[in-house]
């Protein structure tokens, strides 16, 4: 039978706890901005983009096998019964999507093609408490496993429903695009999905190139473009990843946005939460500055105690 514990040995567990606590909260507070976002940000001159021109797509979805290859990612063949990759959207399994708007009753269709979009002032990074996500030097949104506590802010806050859950793992990830910033944009390579595109419906270069490029193509054939203009340009503050499409955006299954930066709104959000947060990690602090104090008046006593009387202080 083990013996119970001592008040001395309580009190010593207690005070461990409490100083646990302060050490690990309080040096670590949450790393999620609440400073001010600017409410229309501007792209640095060398930030990276892709341009997709729906109307050059044809479907072939040769993206997103090479997509999968260089990001390690298994096939989700689910629907077809374990014989080919069919996802029906961007899921814990896939990261870019070729999908296809179909209205039957005017024969209009159109594919478009879905990943991260990789906004200059990503609403998931100024969601996220614990820094996981960071935009990186040429505007990449990546992820950091080792910083990430699961809590999903970044799928409510982003507008494009972009990150997933692997709600299957019993160590989740956070999955979604990254631009192939680790597999190839750092070896001067461009990523998997452009590089694979045999009809370049999609192709890469810098934001400001990519951007005259698209509008030079809406000048040369403007009946080609339905709303003659380039979605990404303006929308949520501005995105890295543009799009030309020949039906209306919302149809192919991209949002209306305003052109305020949704990091501008989530500020308002997490300058809030955060410091309402701070309330129980100073408690919490606290109570472990006065368990260890007292802890060593304590100690400090018992060793009195038996230097008086030559026994150890069972109490």
Known sequence: MTAPLTRRQAFKVAAGLGGAIAAAVLPK???????????????????IAMLYDSTICTGCKACMPACNEANGLPTDTTLSGGIWDMPT???????NIIELYEDPQTDEFAFVKKQCMHCLDPACVTGCPFGSLVKRDLGAVTWNSSLCIGCRYCEVACPFEVPQFQ??????????????YDQRLVEGLEPACTAACPTGAVIFGKRVDLLSKAKDRITATPDKYFEQRVYGEHEAGGTQVLYLSGVSFQKIGLPKLGNTSIGHYATKVTSVLYKW???????????GFFIRRNWKRHELERLTQEKKTGYPDQL
Do not use: M
Request: charged fraction near 20%.
């Open 167 to 180: 709600w299957e793992n019993w160590n989740p990830k956070i999955v979604k695009c990254e631009f192939c």
């Open 89 to 95: 959207g961007l899921n814990a399994k896939t990261k």
């Open 29 to 47: 507070p949450a790393q999620a901005s609440t400073e001010e976002h600017p409410a229309h940000p501007v792209a640095a001159p060398d930030a």
């Open 277 to 287: 947060l701070g309330g129980p990690v100073a408690v919490a602090g606290l109570l």
